[in-house]
């Protein structure tokens, strides 16, 4: 099992629609959760931290997270053709190190 | 906002030579530092992390001998691929950990062996 598992996509929503991505991690014992976004050839950029189980919302950017689940996700309201990217999960580990999932690919439709 | 310089952004070189990639935290100060390598299509795998003033620490299955990491200064880390080979051809990213403001990340390296 991976320690941190993305759906690869691509993930195709209309401009103006709600993009869900989902993550699942495998250490129970993970505290903080990451949410990146990546352009094709450029390095990734952080979009949304979270740490506590609930909700956290900035902007059109909502991270949800369910430790009992082990289970985080992304929502993007209002999707835009810019929103067009590669979004990699990522969680802390207990040995110190940023472990990441293998990124869903998001594609937004005009 | 915390800032991760990576130089260079690109770089092409022949197979069987070296080649370094520096990675500068510009206003924090860094001791842990990671190198990522990311292929096509493919998602970050963590190379090595870099401490300040030790040796590095490398994952399973990465060379440390072809793959060397120096972090001489708490805000400077290089990562030297020698004797490049075309497999070795591939992206790589350099983080850096800010109490403030999380992982950050460089611009990326993209490597070409010929």
């Known amino acids: 099992q991976k320690e941190v598992e993305q759906n690869s996509g691509p993930l195709s929503v209309p401009e103006g629609a709600i993009a869900s991505l989902n993550c699942t991690y495998s250490?129970?014992?993970?505290?903080?959760f990451f949410w990146y976004r990546q352009y094709s050839g450029k390095s990734p950029e952080l979009i949304m931290s979270?740490?506590?189980?609930g909700d956290k919302e900035d902007g059109r950017f909502t991270a949800q997270l369910n430790k009992a689940s082990q289970y985080v996700s992304l929502l993007i309201r209002d999707s835009q053709p810019s929103d067009s990217a590669t979004y990699l999960c990522?969680?802390?580990?207990?040995?110190?190190?940023?472990?990441f999932g293998q990124g869903t690919t998001l594609q937004v439709k005009p | 906002g915390a800032v991760v310089s990576q130089h260079p952004s690109w770089v092409i070189c022949k197979s069987g030579t070296s080649v370094k990639i520096e990675c500068r935290s510009l206003?924090?100060?860094?001791?842990?530092m990671f190198w990522y390598r990311q292929f096509p299509k493919q998602s970050l795998m963590l190379m090595a992390t870099?401490?300040?003033?030790?040796?590095?620490?490398?994952e399973q299955g990465v060379e440390k001998d072809k793959f060397l990491i120096n972090h001489a200064s708490l805000t400077l880390s290089t990562l030297t691929v020698t004797s490049a080979h075309p497999e070795d051809s591939s992206f790589y990213i350099c983080?850096?950990?800010?109490?403030?403001?999380?992982?950050?990340f460089g611009s990326g390296t993209r490597l070409t062996v010929v």
């Open positions: 870099s401490n300040e003033g030790s040796k590095a620490t490398y």
């Open positions: 990522a969680v802390y580990s207990n040995t110190g190190k940023l472990i």
């Open positions: 983080s850096a950990l800010d109490r403030g403001y999380g992982y950050t």
């Open positions: 206003d924090f100060q860094a001791t842990t």
């Open positions: 250490d129970r014992v993970s505290q903080s």
């Open positions: 979270i740490y506590s189980n």
